[in-house]
């Protein structure tokens, strides 16, 4: 059975400072690797999608990056403002077609 | 911005009472599903459909139902609401072949 970790759990940086969100994955044979922004009370917002036979994706100042083998992504957030606060899920796509959720950092920007 | 809708945003009902959430989109996807979301916990897949007339349950167990008889809507239902249906429920769709996922702003639901 699939497994997603995210660390940390929670993370508070002031404005300006470059960061890095971990996921980690327990069964490498993944389709494709989503991560997923969601503001409080709100539905999730994807942000990037990396398939598995991709690296990395870039969209603007994020940066998603995936190493299957290690069952391992990272997202990189350049230069992190407050409306960058959130809470950052990252989701896997194994057989069956269904995704299996993070449990997310919760992310402070302080201005 | 993904056009999928919920409705309503947000809804308190009493214990027993019978209930429908509504979950729209119009972008011709055929997958769609239901996660349920306790605060500050993670998402729980308990329904999915690949199409119309197709429905599963996903991996919570719940007592709510589903139906699909258009491609564009995909309503719950509790027949008879509990406490213990308190959260939030959001609603997803994606295309065929390995889309982006998109959701809804999603409902909560508290029961009295």
């Known amino acids: 059975k699939q497994e997603v970790t995210q660390i940390p759990a929670a993370l508070s940086v002031p404005e300006g400072e470059n960061l890095v969100l971990n996921c980690s994955f327990t069964?490498?044979?993944?389709?494709?690797l989503q991560w997923f922004r969601q503001d409080p009370g709100k539905g999730l917002t994807s942000l990037l999608l990396i398939q598995s036979s991709q690296r990395e994706q870039t969209s603007g100042r994020l940066n998603a990056s995936l190493d299957k083998s290690s069952g391992r992504s990272t997202l990189y957030i350049a230069a992190s403002q407050p409306g960058d606060s959130a809470t950052y899920l990252c989701?896997?796509?194994?057989?069956?077609?269904?995704?299996?959720f993070g449990t997310g950092t919760r992310l402070a920007v302080r201005p | 911005e993904a056009d999928i809708y919920q409705t309503p945003r947000y809804l308190v009902i009493g214990t027993g009472k019978k209930i429908t959430l509504e979950c729209s989109q119009t972008m011709g996807h055929d997958k769609m599903y239901w996660y349920q979301q306790d605060p500050g916990m993670e998402l729980h897949l308990i329904h999915y459909s690949y199409g119309v007339n197709s429905t599963e349950k996903g991996d919570l167990s719940s007592e709510s139902t589903v139906s699909r008889i258009r491609t564009e809507h995909f309503p719950l239902t509790l027949e008879s609401a509990r406490p213990s249906h308190t959260s939030q429920y959001l609603c997803?769709?994606?295309?065929?072949?390995?889309?982006?996922?998109?959701f809804g702003n999603g409902t909560r639901l508290t029961v009295t």
């Open positions: 997803a769709s994606t295309g065929q072949g390995s889309l982006p996922l998109h």
């Open positions: 989701a896997v796509k194994s057989s069956g077609d269904k995704l299996t």
């Open positions: 069964d490498s044979a993944i389709y494709n």
